[in-house]
T-cell receptor, first 113, second 108 residues
Framework: DAGVTQSPTHLIKTRGQQVTLRCSPI?????VSWYQQVLGQGPQFIFQ???????GRGNFPDRFSARQFPNYSSELNVNALLLGDSALYLC????????????FGQGTRLTVV | DAKTTQPNSMESNEEEPVHLPCNHS???????IHWYRQLPSQGPEYVIH???SNVNNRMASLAIAEDRKSSTLILHRATLRDAAVYYC?????????FGKGTRLHILP
């Protein structure tokens, strides 16, 4: 069975641009969460989606948005990129919404220049 | 917001038990305690979770204090592969709050 897959693995963007990151959960998993991990820090929660609806949101500006598709895959969009958005973006999937094991992907390394 | 506190780093000798503490004094009655670890250049990996009573799985044991304000992750026999950052996590209202974690060094 494939694990959580994220694409792309790396990308470089310029300040002010927009970026879309993609996540495919493990087959059968209906919950997808997104995290931002700045170098040397723990992951910071951005969003959780379950059954295609937003179920949780962290303290991130409105430039960050996400959605979940009928096949439970998900996209994270970031508009008007800032240098501070440079980070590892992690996606995690789980079978149900709460209190269960979450499986993380390898992440997308975003560099904003 | 619910918060966890962990030591920044710990050291242990290979093949000895390791006890990783976590304080979560603001925990509410329905919050589960989760532990994840992150090896270098990898995404976090689930270790264990529990609510009130002690929990065991193939990776580790979780000892939860009676008042639930603290917990301890126990690795029974540390190996070099256990060197990682260990995160104690509360999930509150669908928000997964990672702390800074404990960086565990294993000495051969």
């Amino acid at each position: 069975d494939a694990g959580v897959t994220q694409s792309p693995t790396h990308l470089i963007k310029t300040r002010g641009q927009q970026v879309t990151l993609r996540c495919s959960p493990i087959s059968g998993h209906k919950s997808v969460s997104w995290y931002q991990q700045v170098l040397g820090q723990g992951p910071q929660f951005i969003f959780q989606y379950y059954e295609k609806e937003e179920r949780g949101r962290g303290n991130f500006p409105d430039r960050f948005s996400a959605r979940q598709f009928p096949n439970y895959s998900s996209e994270l969009n970031v508009n008007a990129l800032l240098l501070g958005d440079s980070a590892l973006y992690l996606c995690a999937s789980s079978l149900v919404r709460r209190n269960t094991e979450a499986f993380f992907g390898q992440g997308t390394r975003l560099t904003v220049v | 917001d619910a918060k966890t506190t962990q030591p920044n780093s710990m050291e242990s000798n290979e093949e000895e038990p390791v006890h990783l503490p976590c304080n979560h004094s603001t925990i509410s009655g329905t919050d589960y305690i989760h532990w994840y670890r992150q090896l270098p250049s990898q995404g976090p990996e689930y270790v264990i979770h529990g609510l009130t009573s002690n929990v065991n799985n193939r990776m580790a044991s979780l000892a939860i204090a009676e008042d639930r304000k603290s917990s301890t992750l126990i690795l029974h026999r540390a190996t070099l592969r256990d060197a990682a950052v260990y995160y104690c996590i509360l999930i509150v209202d669908d928000k997964i709050i990672f702390g800074k974690g404990t960086r565990l060094h294993i000495l051969p």
